[in-house]
């Protein structure tokens, strides 16, 4: 069973720039793409970025791109989201997810049911 968890999440201020971890358990961590998404209150999940097996591709929703940098270490089973500038709208519960598949276009990495474990979720909160 492959177990995924975040950390790196908390109280941030408005143009601050936390960085989250994800660590991924099992031999495999760099055979499947990873990605990260966020829910904030009474909305629905959405993508925030994917990364490929290698690191080499790197997908973005629009409402971060410039801002925030995704990128994994194999070595060490972890994925990162280096957020900066963070803005009031970036408040949500950010989750790691492994997706099915070493690569995909962005359609199919934006896309939930394309993971298949997730974390349990880290609260990242802006303040001014």
């Known amino acids: 069973q492959v177990q995924v968890v975040e950390s790196g999440g908390g109280l941030v201020q408005a143009g601050g720039s936390p960085r989250l971890s994800c660590v991924a358990s099992?031999?495999?961590?760099?055979?499947?793409?990873m990605g990260w998404f966020r829910q904030a209150p009474a909305k629905e999940r959405e993508f925030v970025s994917a990364v490929d097996w290698a690191g080499e591709t790197t997908y973005y929703a629009d409402s971060v791109k410039g801002r925030f940098t995704i990128s994994r270490d194999n070595a060490k089973n972890t994925v990162y989201l280096q957020m900066n500038s963070l803005k009031f709208e970036d408040t949500a519960v950010y989750y790691c997810?492994?997706?099915?598949?070493?690569?995909?276009?962005?359609?199919?990495?934006?896309?939930?049911?394309?993971?298949?474990?997730w974390g349990q979720g880290t609260q990242v909160t802006v303040s001014s």
């Open positions: 099992g031999r495999t961590f760099s055979d499947f793409a």
């Open positions: 997810g492994r997706a099915r598949h070493h690569s995909g276009t962005y359609y199919y990495l934006s896309s939930q049911e394309n993971y298949d474990y």
